[in-house]
């Protein structure tokens, strides 16, 4: 056990030596996961406390991203919006991960009726545009937090329903596999011992590459109205509520958001390339 966690080690130290990126993206995310946790903690204001400073204050020492229309601090409803926007993304890919997962594998090794009904729901799924989709399903459930996971997590799933259902029809007929089946397992075992562990790691990869489309998506929701409702702190919303400022020269009010929102997209994105690297050394560019 030791030995092959020490080879994890001198992956992940190769891995982020070759590639400078990798090192970012983990630092990104460590600085998103501390934000989310400690936000309030930190956060110089009230994210929600009106006329903390002049209003539409362009940035200074006092607000280090200036203020909005409403006197409020933009720096602290970035900070306290990491933990809304990050938590809907955790939820909606984790939702996703375990139900597309489940489905995939059931799909890939049995095959027969399971894998039609399967690969006809994630068919059915893929044939909407995603995002217009999510907008239907949000529409039609009310914008709430709740719904926003949901609409996020039934869009995702066709990407875990694939990658499972590939990797496990692949590994039914492993070596491994037979080995164990002549021990005497049975099929569900089978499944669930040999056949799901073997396929976390592509799915890991897939976890990290959803995520930023999962943020991207909750906060695409929230800017065109059918997301997070004001006055809450998310940053779709306030770039949304920024918009409308540019054209008047107070810049600041959409940039920093967005340029959160950017980062957070670039650091998941990232950071799913280097997984890759982590799980499937011979994919190493």
């Not at 875990?160 to 089946?181: C, D, P, Q």
Request: net charge neutral; aromatic share 10%; charged share 10%.
């Amino acid at each position: 056990m030791h030995s092959v966690w020490q080879k994890r080690l001198q992956t992940l130290r190769y891995v982020v030596g070759e590639n400078p990126l990798s090192l970012a993206a983990f630092l990104l995310f460590a600085a998103f996961v501390l934000l989310a946790l400690v936000g309030p903690a930190i956060a110089p204001f009230d994210a929600l406390a009106s006329n903390v400073g002049a209003p539409l204050s362009p940035p200074s020492l006092a607000h280090w991203f200036g203020t909005d229309s409403l006197g409020r601090d933009i720096l602290s409803r970035v900070i306290i919006a990491t933990r809304l926007d990050l938590g809907i993304a955790v939820a909606a890919v984790g939702i996703s991960c375990i139900l597309g997962g489940l489905a995939g594998a059931f799909a890939g090794y049995f095959g027969g009726w399971t894998d039609r009904i399967v690969g006809r729901l994630s068919d059915t799924i893929m044939a909407f545009p995603l995002f217009v989709l999510a907008m239907g399903i949000v529409a039609a459930l009310g914008n709430t937090v709740a719904n926003i996971v949901i609409a996020t997590a039934i869009i995702n799933l066709p990407f875990y329903i694939r990658v499972a259902r590939a990797e496990s029809g692949v590994l039914r007929n492993a070596g491994f596999v037979e080995a164990a089946r002549l021990a005497g397992n049975g099929e569900v075992r089978l499944l669930f011992h040999h056949i799901i562990p073997n396929i976390l790691p592509p799915m890991t990869v897939q976890i990290s590459l959803n995520m930023g489309w999962a943020i991207l998506n909750a906060a695409g929701l929230s800017f065109i109205g059918l997301g997070v409702r004001p006055p809450d702190a998310e940053w779709g919303i306030m770039v949304a509520e920024g918009a409308q400022y540019i054209v008047s020269g107070e810049w600041w009010i959409a940039l920093f958001p967005g340029a959160v929102l950017m980062l957070a997209v670039f650091c998941f994105n990232l950071l799913g390339d280097s997984l890759r690297d982590l799980v499937d050394p011979r994919r190493r560019t």
